[in-house]
Each structure stands twice: as structure tokens, then as C-alpha cells.
Nanobody, 114 residues
């Protein structure tokens, strides 16, 4: 059974940085896409970034500020977030797509505020 657990969220001032991590357990193949989504209060969940076999994809709103990376041996995916803005405030979710199922973590809160 696949499980995903996020960590690294918190409160940060505008312009600051945070690094989110997602630890996977169970059978996770390196060819399966992993990524991060976020959901702000009153808004729909939106894609932040994905990574598949080294190929990355970012939402326009985070390009140049966020970097996704993956350690297949440790079954982990990270999201380095720099130059954070108040509009980045949201619950961030780690996700894995096996082609048959989507798995989600429980989410980690990121709050950008002075």
C-alpha cells in the first residue's frame, strides 16, 4: 500500500524560503510521475509542479521560484520554494500517479505572511 507523508510547511515572511519534502512508502516506481498540488482557502486544488524521469513541469505562477526534485532511491520528492509570496499560502499536497491510481498525502500548511 502506497503512502505519502509531507513535511516542511510552516510560517514564513514574504520573500522567504521553505523546502517541502514528501516521503513515500510501498511500491513506487521511478517512472511514475510525482508532484505537488496546493489548495488555498475557497479555491480549487491546483497543480504546482510535477517530475517524471527527470522531466519537470511547473505552474506559470511558480516558475523561476520553485524547484521540484526527486530521490528515487529514498522514494522522496522535494519542493524548494524561494521568493515566497502571500498568494503562495495554501495547503500543499504530494501526489503520485501510477497510471491506475492517484495517491495523495495529508497535506502540509504553508503560510506566507509578515
Amino acid at each position: 500500500q502506497v503512502q505519502l507523508v509531507e513535511s516542511g510547511g510552516g510560517l514564513v515572511q514574504p520573500g522567504g524560503s521553505l523546502r517541502l519534502s514528501c516521503a513515500g512508502s510501498g511500491s513506487i516506481l521511478s517512472i511514475w510521475p510525482m508532484g505537488w498540488y496546493r489548495q488555498a482557502p475557497g479555491k480549487q486544488r491546483e497543480l504546482v509542479a510535477t517530475i517524471t524521469s527527470g522531466t519537470t513541469n511547473y505552474a506559470d505562477s511558480v516558475k523561476g521560484r520553485f524547484t521540484i526534485s526527486r530521490d528515487n532511491a529514498k522514494k522522496m520528492v522535494h519542493l524548494q520554494m524561494n521568493s515566497l509570496k502571500p498568494e503562495d499560502t495554501a495547503v500543499y499536497y504530494c501526489t503520485l500517479n501510477t497510471g491506475l491510481n492517484d495517491y495523495w498525502g495529508q497535506g502540509t500548511q504553508v503560510t506566507v505572511s509578515s
